[in-house]
T-cell receptor
Framework: AQKVTQAQTEISVVEKEDVTLDCVYE???????LFWYKQPPSGELVFLIR??????QNEISGRYSWNFQKSTSSFNFTITASQVVDSAVYFC????????????FGTGTSLTVIP | DSGVTQTPKHLITATGQRVTLRCSPR?????VYWYQQSLDQGLQFLIQ???????AKGNILERFSAQQFPDLHSELNLSSLELGDSALYFC???????????????FGPGTRLTVL
């Protein structure tokens, strides 16, 4: 079974629109970490955020914000006032303490921001 | 720039051949991870090394092997290559990777392997 589900395969928005990328995870561990990575067209994977299972506080970084809800096993990512440079594939990942540092990645959401 | 380097950037080879991909972790990082990204399989964890020793294995084929050297750089060896091995291979590194402590993994730019 998939440990991380990103149900949205592709999303297109017009520049300046807000967009939310969904991530649902599955784990039996009480201690785990969640991550978001961005993969722009150039191909590299860029780390965006890490959140541990004991910290449900939402986080905002500029136009980016993350909503972590343990009750629904979700860790959603919102881009406010999207820009063309936000066009990329975004991956959500889960790491469980009991399996060491192995990352389980979702299948990614391809975001296209149309100018 | 993550600080993780990978060479070569691109590799084109023929079926049945053997190639070696190289990775240098960020300064101070002890753990190295290898991932394969293909269109049909997504991002798959292959193997992890911590301070020279194999720590965890994922979906790594028997035709593939890896090692981490005393200077902490790592090599991924792919042999008897098949068309289906064409993919983007990423290396990532993290500080400790010790069980029960999870570090952020920082990824290199990847090596794009094309098997013809």
């Amino acid at each position: 079974a998939q440990k991380v589900t990103q149900a949205q395969t592709e999303i297109s928005v017009v520049e300046k629109e807000d967009v939310t990328l969904d991530c649902v995870y599955e784990t039996r561990d009480t201690t785990y970490y969640l991550f978001w990575y961005k993969q722009p067209p150039s191909g590299e994977l860029v780390f965006l955020i890490r959140r541990n299972s004991f910290d449900e506080q939402n986080e905002i970084s500029g136009r980016y914000s993350w909503n972590f809800q343990k009750s629904t096993s979700s860790f959603n990512f919102t881009i406010t006032a999207s820009q063309v440079v936000d066009s990329a594939v975004y991956f959500c990942a889960l790491s469980e303490v009991n399996t060491g540092n192995q990352f389980y990645f979702g299948t990614g959401t391809s975001l296209t921001v149309i100018p | 720039d993550s600080g993780v380097t990978q060479t070569p950037k691109h590799l084109i080879t023929a079926t049945g051949q053997r190639v070696t991909l190289r990775c240098s972790p960020r300064s101070g990082d002890l753990s190295v991870y290898w991932y394969q990204q293909s269109l049909d399989q997504g991002l798959q964890f292959l193997i992890q090394y911590y301070n020279g020793e194999e720590r965890a294995k994922g979906n790594i084929l028997e035709r593939f092997s890896a090692q981490q050297f005393p200077d902490l750089h790592s090599e991924l060896n792919l042999s008897s290559l098949e068309l289906g091995d064409s993919a983007l291979y990423f290396c990532a590194s993290s500080g400790t990777g010790v069980l029960r402590f999870t570090d952020t993994q920082y990824f290199g730019p990847g090596t794009r392997l094309t098997v013809l």
